[in-house]
């Protein structure tokens, strides 16, 4: 997906399973990259819910630390409570401002179906900036939209787009949300200017949920602020085979971005070997064109996608493993 980045050779990778199916996704996930035979050295690490109960933090400095020296780092899946616990932070969150990977890209691919969800990453809803009043009685949120964060994940959308079927669409409330939206609407019709090969619509939020649920084909890059992108691409994953197929990745200017399955913990099904483990071998996919092995990363999505979900994390990662070793040996004797 990202094709900007150079190729780094031997790149170095930290996997950190986090919880629940994340301890069985991502180590299928490394089978399937160990199965290429690429010059990348693999070192792992901990974090989530888990490593918070037994060391006190989430994301601990020494897991940081390698995440710091990585090229990219590949993320299984969090348990986050659903109420507050004092001294616990979201760790995937803790990474994408750690790294300010500001624009997170989810693909949804299904038969006719290609669309790619550029979603703001760094503020907007998510912005932290809640409080209660009123005794209790009243919750209040700020929605922090920024002319800066704005502008850069319209112009990562526009790359996006160049190098797909040149369609952006552009995703706002600005009819209600006159400030906030208003803000994002205006420098995105000023940043993608600079594109006039791009064939560029807008929509409503609402209008773009019912148009994506009525017909997907006609997107190609969707942009958006946070929520908005959080539950438009859930929403495309529900359309194309859903959150077992949803991979993302979260980059930014710097070298280190972080992939990662957009599926949760599912606790239900923890420890049970039944877990889909395409997302997050689709997340390697996304990873190795971000570290510019292109032609590598084109044959784990089409491997992936055409294979099946056997009810078995080990052998769906394993039929895709020996898949793509099948690719590379029909591709020697091609030469030969």
């Known amino acids: ?44 690490a901990d974090a989530g819910f888990a490593t918070f109960e037994q060391r006190g933090e989430a994301l601990p400095a020494a897991t940081l630390a390698l995440c710091e020296a990585s ?24 990474l994408r401002r750690h790294f300010d990977l500001f624009a997170n890209l989810r693909p949804a691919v299904a038969g006719e179906i290609d669309l790619l969800v550029v979603r703001e990453n760094t503020e907007g809803m998510y912005s932290g900036r809640e409080r209660l009043e009123d005794d209790g009685a009243t919750a209040i949120l700020e929605r922090i939209v920024t002319a800066r964060a704005s502008e850069r994940i319209v112009r ?18 600005a009819n209600v949300l006159k400030e906030t939206c208003g803000l994002f609407r205006r420098i995105a019709f000023d940043v993608v200017k600079e594109h006039p090969e791009l064939e560029v619509g807008e929509l409503l939020v609402d209008t773009a949920a019912f148009q994506l649920a009525q017909d997907a084909r006609r997107f190609d890059v969707i942009v958006t602020t946070n929520l908005f992108g959080d539950i438009l691409s859930d929403l495309a994953a529900g359309l194309t085979g859903g959150l077992g197929l949803a991979a993302s990745a979260n980059v930014g200017t710097g070298r280190t971005a972080v992939f990662e399955p957009v599926h949760g913990s599912a606790p239900d099904i923890a420890g049970k070997g039944i877990a889909d483990p395409r997302a997050a071998i689709l997340s390697v996919g996304m990873m190795l064109d971000h570290l510019g092995f292109h032609a590598q990363a084109d044959k784990v999505r089409r491997v992936t996608y055409n294979t099946p979900h056997s009810g078995s994390t080990s052998a769906t990662a394993r039929l895709i493993a020996e898949a793509l070793a099948g690719v590379a040996q029909d591709e020697i004797e091609l030469q030969s």
């Open 1 to 44: 997906m990202t094709h900007h980045s150079k190729l780094v050779s031997p790149a170095l990778i930290t996997l950190i399973n986090g919880d629940g199916i994340g301890q069985e996704v991502i180590p299928a996930a490394r089978a399937v990259l160990e199965a290429l035979n690429l010059p990348i050295t693999i070192q792992t």
């Open 71 to 94: 090229d990219a780092v590949l993320f299984g899946a969090t348990q986050s409570p659903m109420t507050k616990v004092a001294g616990y932070r979201s760790p995937i969150l803790a």
């Open 156 to 173: 990562a959308a526009c790359e996006q787009a160049m190098q797909r079927r040149r369609k952006l669409t552009i995703v706002h409330k």
